[in-house]
């Protein structure tokens, strides 16, 4: 059976999987639309409001209720109203969609550390600066709760990785000391509810970052493909440990049509593996074998044990000519 046979809704990961920089990724426009199946989109970037993400996946040719939008900063006030029910000041370093998601929430949001902020919730902004960043040391000083959308270090563009969410917290983090409750992804919670807003048996979670989409999904117990459009290339699957290794792994959502037994780690090309020490030895293949088969018949060994290759050692022709094309 396909992929998108065994499973009955896809759970998008944005940022490196659907598109880059705003723009389209190869093929995961139509292959998200001949899959046939609902779609939810899941995103860490805070920056934008559902309604705003909905907008730029039409512009791309992904018809999109806002509904099917699930963002980290939604998630960061649901978390915040939860764990601090009794706080209803709010000091948000964020857009300008973030302040709203957080008035919708039932915060009165303030600007200042000056007015006494009993909560910091902290999203992406590329308009972050020090002085933003200052206000948040300052209330979270005085006594206000920690509270971040998410943990990413980097964002990717078009242009490479930008400085994103995680970054910037740290820098919060190291002026204060106080460490945030986070609401995205690694989290398991935004998979869970985007799962049960569509009301799904079977979700199949999409993403191509491993300390994020994939470990998130893994927490959350559901199937997730790894996709070798943005973050995490060849070499980081070799090293994952155990939480952070998906079900699935192809070079993008172009493999969906195809049979879930060949997208899964396991000898194929022609190839073979076997570890030896610290290293998984690659032989076998042939002139019409790829990079992709190489790197799952490499993960069926390397991923056979807790503790992961330190590298891979190509032994043929064919599997030099695979593995010299990883990243």
């Known amino acids: 059976m396909s992929l998108t046979d065994t499973h009955d809704a896809l759970l ?13 990724i190869a093929e995961a426009v139509e292959s998200i639309t001949d899959s046939g199946i609902a779609a939810l989109y899941i995103t860490n970037n805070a920056s934008r409001s559902p309604v705003d993400v909905a907008e ?9 209720d806002p509904s099917r939008v699930l963002t980290s900063s939604q998630a960061a006030a649901s978390l915040a109203r939860e764990l601090y029910p009794e706080v209803t000041r709010a000091l948000v370093v964020g857009t300008a969609a973030f302040r709203d998601i957080a008035r919708d929430a039932g915060f009165t949001v303030v600007d200042s550390a000056d007015d006494r902020p009993e909560v910091v919730l902290h999203g992406h902004n590329p308009e972050t600066g020090w002085a933003q960043l200052t206000e948040a040391a300052l209330a979270i000083g005085a ?21 994103g969410n995680g970054s910037m917290v740290a820098a919060v983090v190291s002026a204060t000391g106080v460490t945030p409750a986070v609401a995205g992804k690694p989290q398991p919670t935004m998979f869970r509810q985007a799962a049960e807003f569509l009301g799904s048996q ?24 790894h996709v070798l459009t943005g973050v995490s290339g060849h ?15 192809a070079d993008s959502m172009a493999a969906l ?10 000898a194929q090309g022609g190839f073979r593996a076997v570890r030896e020490g610290d290293e998984v ?8 074998s790829t990079p992709i088969q190489a790197l799952r018949t490499v993960l069926a060994e390397a991923w056979a044990r807790d503790t992961p290759p330190t590298g891979v050692r190509p032994e043929s022709p064919a599997a030099r000519q695979a593995v010299g094309q990883w990243w």
């Open 12 to 24: 998008l990961d944005l940022d490196g999987t659907v598109w880059e920089g705003g723009l389209a």
């Open 257 to 266: 049509p195809q049979e879930a037994s060949e997208l899964a780690p396991g």
């Open 143 to 163: 006594g206000a709760k920690y509270v971040a959308s998410n943990m990413d270090t980097t964002l990717p563009t078009e242009r490479g990785l930008a400085v």
């Open 281 to 288: 030895v690659l032989t076998g293949g042939s002139d019409a």
């Open 235 to 249: 070499y980081a699957l070799l090293a994952a440990p155990a939480h952070q290794r998906p079900t699935y792994v």
């Open 56 to 64: 730029k996946l039409g512009a791309i040719g992904l018809p999109v």
């Open 202 to 225: 079977s979700p199949l979670a999409i993403g191509d970052r491993l300390d994020t989409d994939i470990e998130g999904a893994v927490a959350a117990g559901m199937p997730v493909l």
